[in-house]
């Protein structure tokens, strides 16, 4: 395996992670934030960390899922399930100022970025340029 299906891997597998971070912090946060400040962790709730959860798992998956796509398997599918999760936890951000709870739309599209940073993994597995 050359270096760059090896950092690819790393990336896919720390989009996945970012990702699953992202879906248990939604879910979590309604059910715990009153407890937060007395914990003195209150700064969970912030929403510019929440902001830098989604700019980091985008990057990640920028960096991970483009040269792979380019260079190695060529299958759309992992591109198409990244950006309709991106998608999707956008616009739970953006139901969250409205009247929408944000948590189904940013657990459903954790669950697509994850989808897809696993689907690469495999195609870059298998890719027969890379063996």
């Known amino acids: 395996m050359n ?6 891997k790393h990336l896919d597998g720390a989009g996945m992670a970012v ?3 992202c879906a248990i912090h939604c879910v979590l946060m309604p059910l715990i934030i009153g407890s937060l400040a007395a914990a003195g962790i209150g700064w969970l709730r912030n929403e510019a960390l929440e902001w830098l959860i989604l700019v ?5 998956g920028i960096r991970a899922l483009l040269p792979a ?4 398997h060529r299958k759309k599918r992992c591109l198409w399930l990244f ?3 991106m998608g999707s936890i956008l616009l739970g951000r953006l ?21 897809a940073h696993g ?12 063996s």
Do not use: K, W
Request: a positive charge; hydrophobic letters at 40%; glycine letters at 8%.
């Open 3 to 8: 270096t760059t299906s090896e950092a690819t």
């Open 19 to 21: 990702s699953a971070l």
């Open 56 to 60: 980091v798992s985008f990057t990640i």
């Open 69 to 72: 796509f380019r260079h190695r």
């Open 83 to 85: 950006s309709f999760g």
């Open 95 to 115: 139901a969250q100022h409205g009247a929408l709870s944000d948590t189904p739309f940013v657990v459903f599209g954790a669950a697509l970025i994850i989808s």
């Open 119 to 130: 689907m690469n993994h495999y195609f870059c597995g298998r890719c027969r340029q890379c």
